[in-house]
């Protein structure tokens, strides 16, 4: 919404504050109601919400510009490199029993995979729940091991300018293929939006009309639908 609020209509630093304060007093509100049940989401975007306001509390410039770009990398890289080092640690992505037993029990897996490989879950969709859930396809345990590393490789490269460019394709490519499968619309743009910040700024603001609409889109589906999951 903010990026919307920008985009579209250029309204004073005032109305940018008050959009600001207004969904971080939504998202304050979800975390209180929803916890301990809260996602890692929420938590991002909570702090997102409240270094921008932070950020528009004083008179803008370069100096206050460089540090807020160098915030946005910092979550950036944490995430990415965060999320990948928590699944290694996990040990379920490695072996691919998170897959598995998402298909198992999320039809938003099952429908996908489907796609790839029928035999695969139609054993796993028939297996019992009292036992481990495993891929004997060693496709998928490949494709399964492959995301964190491919998360913390993506990670590590956006610290380095030489590397940065390689790093927000190679973090928007594993942000897409997973949101094809989980379809968590608004945190997944929200997330690439936060990447592609990354590169220079001639190519990041001739993308930003893209995710306003987009942004734009999915609200307005949501309020139409609130039975769809683009959270």
């Known amino acids: 919404?903010?990026?919307?609020?920008?985009?579209i209509f250029k309204p004073s630093l005032n109305v940018i504050k008050i959009a600001l304060i207004m969904g971080l007093s939504m998202l304050l509100y979800k975390l209180y109601?929803?916890?301990?049940?809260?996602?890692?989401?929420?938590?991002?975007?909570?702090?997102?919400?409240?270094c921008l306001l932070l950020f528009l509390t004083k008179k803008i410039n370069d100096e206050r510009i460089s540090i807020l770009n160098h915030f946005i990398l910092l979550i950036?890289?944490?995430v990415l490199v965060g999320s990948g080092v928590q699944k290694l640690?996990?040990?379920?992505?490695?072996?691919?029993?998170?897959?598995?037993?998402?298909?198992?029990?999320n039809a938003l897996f099952s429908n996908f995979f489907a796609l790839i490989a029928?035999?695969?879950?139609?054993?796993?969709?028939?297996q019992s729940i009292e036992t481990p859930f495993?891929?004997?396809?060693?496709?998928?345990?490949?494709?399964?091991?492959?995301?964190?590393?491919?998360?913390i490789i993506a990670g590590g490269m956006l610290v380095f300018k030489k590397t940065r460019f390689i790093g927000v394709v190679l973090g928007v490519l594993t942000l897409i293929g997973i949101e094809i499968v989980a379809r968590e619309l608004m945190f997944g743009l929200?997330?690439?939006?936060?990447?592609?910040?990354?590169?220079p700024d001639r190519w990041f603001t001739k993308l930003v009309p893209f995710y306003a609409t987009a942004y734009f889109l999915m609200i307005i589906a949501k309020l139409i639908h609130p039975e769809l999951n683009i959270n």
Not at 134 to 146: D, G, H
Not at 190 to 199: G, H, N
């Open 76 to 78: 950036t890289v944490f």
């Open 118 to 126: 029928p035999n695969e879950v139609e054993r796993i969709s028939t």
């Open 89 to 105: 640690l996990a040990g379920t992505y490695i072996d691919g029993s998170f897959l598995a037993s998402q298909i198992k029990f």
């Open 134 to 151: 495993y891929f004997k396809n060693k496709m998928l345990i490949l494709l399964s091991a492959s995301i964190p590393i491919v998360e």
């Open 33 to 50: 109601t929803s916890f301990p049940q809260n996602s890692n989401h929420f938590y991002i975007e909570t702090i997102l919400c409240i």
């Open 1 to 7: 919404m903010v990026v919307l609020v920008f985009s």
């Open 190 to 199: 929200l997330f690439i939006t936060l990447i592609t910040f990354q590169l």
